[in-house]
């Protein structure tokens, strides 16, 4: 049984940092691509960024570069997103995903394989 468990998410003042893990557990760890989503209340799942099988290549969403790390171990089978410098509109429910091919990029959310059960991040003002 495949399983993804996000942790790590919480209350954070503006200009914070949090850091996400997602931990994989029933598959090849290093046989996929790993990436973030979020979604805030009301609004669409966002992609926020992926990194591939070895972790020497990653991408990122427009509004968390430079803020945002993806970063994995596959000794651990947990996937990590350090968050620096949180603002209030990263408030969301974080998700993470796996997939067999790495994109830089969004692909069709019915595309990926596996998916976390989220994590909320709160981000107060």
């Known amino acids: 049984q495949v399983q993804l468990v996000e942790s790590g998410g919480g209350l954070v003042q503006a200009g914070g940092s949090l850091r996400l893990s997602c931990a994989v557990s029933g598959l090849i760890f290093s046989n996929y691509a790993m990436n973030w989503f979020r979604q805030a209340p009301g609004k669409e799942r966002e992609f926020v960024s992926v990194i591939n099988w070895n972790g020497d290549t990653t991408f990122y969403t427009d509004s968390v570069k430079g803020r945002f790390t993806i970063s994995r171990d596959n000794a651990k089978n947990t996937v990590y997103l350090q968050m620096n410098s949180l603002k209030p509109e990263d408030t969301a429910v974080y998700y993470c995903?796996?997939?067999?091919?790495?994109?830089?990029?969004?692909?069709?959310?019915?595309?990926?394989?596996?998916w976390g059960q989220g994590t909320q991040v709160t981000v107060s003002s």
């Open positions: 995903a796996a997939v067999r091919v790495f994109v830089p990029g969004k692909l069709r959310e019915n595309l990926y394989n596996y």
